[in-house]
């Protein structure tokens, strides 16, 4: 299983960027849930937003009212549209997946999302 992550870049604040994150090798199996998460330099990795397989979603409170987690239209894939970025946002995002017997097994390699003031 892979997740690819792309859609990161440069922006200037209050600007939009839509990460997209797609699996491959999932061809038997749905996760449970996909969501995203973010590395600032210095700090620690921060769930951003999450979605499960029933459609909830979740998100931290810094990102709430800007940020839209949603489903993709293959299967096994999410987005995240970020609106209004602020300096604070400036993070490498992680796609991540959960299957039933281990939340968040699986990673994608991260994609910068760069905010200037």
């Known amino acids: 299983v892979q997740l690819q992550a792309s859609g990161g870049g440069l922006v200037p604040a209050g600007g939009s960027l839509s990460l997209s994150c797609a699996a491959s090798g999932t061809f038997f199996f749905a996760f449970n849930a996909m969501g995203w998460y973010r590395q600032a330099p210095g700090k620690q990795r921060e769930l951003v937003a999450a979605l499960t397989g029933s459609g909830s979603t979740n998100y931290r409170d810094s990102v709430t009212g800007r940020f839209t987690i949603s489903r993709g239209n293959a299967k096994n894939s999410v987005h995240l549209q970020m609106n209004n970025l602020k300096p604070e946002d400036t993070a490498v995002y992680y796609c991540?997946?959960?299957?039933?017997?281990?939340?968040?097994?699986?990673w994608g390699q991260g994609t910068l999302v760069t905010v200037s003031s």
């Open positions: 991540a997946a959960s299957i039933p017997s281990r939340a968040w097994r699986y």
